[in-house]
């Protein structure tokens, strides 16, 4: 007997099972359609794997009062232990009229290490599943509560909010349309119209005598499409009596063929006036306004 005893603390020892428990976060109370969660805790000798792939599938009915609805499990190493975690949560499917104790069955866990292999039960566990209707109150009594109406929502408010970004969208539209010179401002878009735009973005750049040139060729062409061919400084005159309301430009026009000729053909550095770029947007707006007026 001595020896008997010896020999199972020896094996009690090195079992590879060094704990095991089981805890759940509420095992009263729980109503029928509600899910109860129990928590299995199982402590083995480093090495040893728990096979997952034994461990029940959620969806399994395990009685008919229980669905297996998730399993969830974990791994951590405490000292020469591997602590695993196994939650598993069932949903009940049974309606009492007294409270009632329900049973979760027993779950073996089996383990491998190289070759090596054991297996454990986890005891079965209890719940207390308690009624939805009270004790007190007969069948003939429960009144089954009508479904609620459809929620009704109203669309005024997102007729509301629709109307005001169709309305910021279409002054965005129109900005743009003025901007660019399309309809319906496609009056707007004269050639002195976009030689200013052009001379715009020019005034944004490094200044220089290439700078000044690409702005005089702007309003070159503005003025070669107005006038219908390439207008020469020569051809001023019979400009403004063929187009009689840009006469209040003449002096500006006359200044414009001045520092074209410097730039373009002046011997040397030309010298260019800090004031150029903004003298030729003064014409072009000079021009833009007075054609706005043509009768």
């Not at 603390?9 to 060094?18: F, H, I, K, M, N």
């Not at 729980?30 to 029940?56: D, F, K, N, S, W």
């Not at 000044?212 to 061919?229: C, M, P, Y």
Request: glycine share 8%.
């Amino acid at each position: 007997m001595a020896i008997f005893a010896l020999n199972s603390a020896v094996l009690a020892d090195v079992s590879p099972l060094r704990d095991l428990s089981i805890s759940t976060v509420r095992d009263y109370g729980i109503v029928m359609g509600e899910t109860v969660t129990g928590e299995i805790r199982a402590a083995v000798a480093q090495g040893y794997e728990l096979q997952t792939a034994a461990l029940p599938l959620p969806g399994s009915a395990i009685s008919d009062h229980l669905e297996l609805r998730d399993v969830r499990w974990s791994k951590e190493t405490l000292g020469d232990d591997s602590v695993y975690r196994i939650a598993l949560t069932y949903q009940v499917f049974k309606g009492v009229r007294e409270p009632e104790t329900l049973t979760v069955p027993a779950l073996r866990l089996r383990f491998d290490r190289g070759g090596q292999s054991f297996e454990t039960e986890v005891p079965a566990w209890h719940f207390t599943l308690s009624p939805l209707i009270a004790p007190a109150v007969s069948d003939e009594a429960v009144k089954l509560r009508g479904d609620l109406p459809p929620p009704v929502y109203s669309s005024v408010s997102h007729w509301r909010g629709f109307s005001a970004f169709l309305a910021g969208l279409a002054g965005l539209s129109l900005y743009a349309a003025w901007r660019l010179g399309l309809p319906p401002f496609r009056r707007n878009a004269t050639p002195f119209f976009l030689a200013l735009r052009g001379l715009k973005k020019l005034s944004g750049q490094a200044p220089g005598v290439e700078n000044h040139r690409q702005a005089l060729r702007l309003v070159h062409r503005a003025l070669d499409e107005t006038a219908g061919h390439v207008l020469f400084a020569a051809e001023l005159d019979r400009f403004l009596q063929a187009h009689a309301h840009y006469e209040v430009a003449r002096e500006e026009l006359a200044g414009f063929f001045a520092l074209s000729e410097r730039l373009f053909f002046a011997a040397g550095e030309p010298d260019v006036p800090q004031d150029a770029l903004s003298r030729l947007q003064a014409l072009c707006r000079t021009m833009i306004a007075a054609g706005s007026g043509k009768r």
